[in-house]
């Protein structure tokens, strides 16, 4: 079906282009033009979803590949300071994820940040029934859970 889409609905597709080009621009480049302006506040969280997933299509066709999921903002103070509310989700690329000792040249990063995080691995599938159990609950379940040292995860 086709259906003519409205002048805001180009102008937010227009938007989001702009914003994920530059983003994909900044990855690349790995720097961050003082100059570049794009306005990323005026974007809502489905544009933004967008935006991500039209960089994620960019660095996939380059060769990099989806191997995990991120869960942020996953406490409602932090989404109260953002305005968000529910946690957001963000995609994990190889060949930015490191095991073991590995040295990192901040260099190849833009605006480094050091954020502490719980990372865990899920080694089977968690069945319906305890899909409602809290985080504490889930050491019921150790075959299902592995819990990893966050060092040792590299932020792509």
């Known amino acids: ?3 003519w889409r409205t002048y805001k609905e180009r102008v937010s597709m227009s938007r989001q ?3 994920a080009e530059a983003f994909l621009h900044i990855w690349l480049s790995k720097s961050l033009d003082s100059r570049a302006h794009f306005d990323i506040a005026s974007l809502s969280i489905d544009d933004a979803y967008e935006v991500q997933r039209q960089v994620i299509s960019a660095r996939v066709a380059q060769g990099e590949t989806v191997v995990g999921y991120k869960v942020g903002c996953t406490s409602k103070p ?3 300071q953002f305005g968000l509310s529910e946690p957001i ?3 994990l690329m190889a ?5 073991g000792d590995t040295v990192l040249n901040w260099h190849d990063y833009v605006d480094v940040a050091v954020e ?3 990372v865990l691995g899920i080694g089977q599938d968690i069945q319906s029934e305890i899909a409602g159990f809290s985080v504490i609950q889930f050491g019921r379940f150790p075959r299902a859970l592995t819990f990893l040292d966050p060092c040792t995860v590299a932020r792509s």
């Open 116 to 118: 502490p995080e719980f």
């Open 95 to 99: 060949p930015h994820v490191y095991h």
């Open 89 to 91: 989700r963000g995609r």
């Open 78 to 80: 932090i989404r109260e």
């Open 17 to 19: 282009r702009g914003v």
């Open 1 to 3: 079906m086709c259906r």
